[in-house]
T-cell receptor, first 114, second 116 residues
Framework: DTEVTQTPKHLVMGMTNKKSLKCEQH?????MYWYKQKAKKPPELMFV???????INESVPSRFSPECPNSSLLNLHLHALQPEDSALYLC?????????????FGEGSRLTVL | AQSVSQHNHHVILSEAASLELGCNYS??????LFWYVQYPGQHLQLLLK??????LVKGIKGFEAEFIKSKFSFNLRKPSVQWSDTAEYFC??????????????FGTGTLLAVQP
C-alpha cells in the first residue's frame, strides 16, 4: 500500500461540472506533485508545490487549478474540462522539492470527462 | 529540452531469462537517474536510483542498473526474471544540481510480460 492517498479513485464528470481531486500524505514531506498519465503514455508533470508554494506549472490550462492548503494536502480543482482531459491523475510527494528526492506516488484518480 | 528514451516498448520473456531494458537521456549536465516500476493495478514504486559514485547501483528485488555517462545510458538489468516481475518499467531523470526543483521526466515505459 502507498502512503499517498488519493480520492476519489474514479470520477466521471460532464464538461460543465466542477469537481476536485484530493491527495493526502502523512510522511512529513514538504513537496507535492500532480502528474497526468494517458493510456500507454508516461506520467507527465503538471504542477509542483514546494513548502506549500507553487514552484512549477508546466503550462497547464487554467481549467485545472491546484491548491495546497497545507503541507499534507494537495487538491486539483477541475472546471469546464474537455474529453481529452480524461486520464489517470497521479499525486506524489517527496521529502523536499530538491532534485534528488524519491517521489512517492499514490494510486491515482481515474478521470473520465463526458 | 530534456528527454528520456526507452527503446523497448514491450518485452516478453520466459521465467529465469535475463533482462536488460534500455534507457537513454538527452541532458548533458549532471543528472539523477531513476527506475520506477508499476505492477498491474498498483502505484508507481521506486526500484533504484543513481545520484553519484559507483555507476552500478543495486535496487530492490534483485534489479540493478548501470550508469554509463559517455553513452547517456542507464540500463536496467536482472539476471533471472520471475513471473512476479510482470509490470511496466519507467526510467526517469532529473537535473542533479542543488536548489533546482524536482522536475522528474519519465521515459515512455517498457511493458514486461514474464511467462511461467
Amino acid at each position: 500500500d502507498t502512503e499517498v492517498t488519493q480520492t476519489p479513485k474514479h470520477l466521471v464528470m460532464g464538461m460543465t461540472n466542477k469537481k476536485s481531486l484530493k491527495c493526502e500524505q502523512h510522511m512529513g514531506h514538504r513537496a507535492m506533485y500532480w502528474y497526468k498519465q494517458k493510456a500507454k503514455k508516461p506520467p507527465e508533470l503538471m504542477f509542483v508545490y514546494s513548502y506549500e508554494k507553487l514552484s512549477i506549472n508546466e503550462s497547464v490550462p487554467s481549467r485545472f487549478s491546484p491548491e495546497c492548503p497545507n503541507s499534507s494536502l494537495l487538491n486539483l480543482h477541475l472546471h469546464a474540462l474537455q474529453p481529452e482531459d480524461s486520464a489517470l491523475y497521479l499525486c506524489a510527494s517527496s521529502q523536499d522539492g530538491g532534485p534528488g528526492g524519491e517521489l512517492f506516488f499514490g494510486e491515482g484518480s481515474r478521470l473520465t470527462v463526458l | 529540452a530534456q528527454s528520456v528514451s526507452q527503446h523497448n516498448h514491450h518485452v516478453i520473456l520466459s521465467e529465469a531469462a535475463s533482462l536488460e531494458l534500455g534507457c537513454n537521456y538527452s541532458y548533458g549536465g549532471t543528472v539523477n537517474l531513476f527506475w520506477y516500476v508499476q505492477y498491474p493495478g498498483q502505484h508507481l514504486q521506486l526500484l533504484l536510483k543513481y545520484f553519484s559514485g559507483d555507476p552500478l547501483v543495486k535496487g530492490i528485488k534483485g534489479f540493478e542498473a548501470e550508469f554509463i555517462k559517455s553513452k547517456f545510458s542507464f540500463n536496467l538489468r536482472k539476471p533471472s526474471v520471475q513471473w512476479s516481475d510482470t509490470a511496466e518499467y519507467f526510467c526517469a531523470v532529473n537535473r542533479g544540481y542543488g536548489g533546482a526543483t524536482n522536475k522528474l521526466i519519465f521515459g515512455t515505459g517498457t511493458l514486461l510480460a514474464v511467462q511461467p
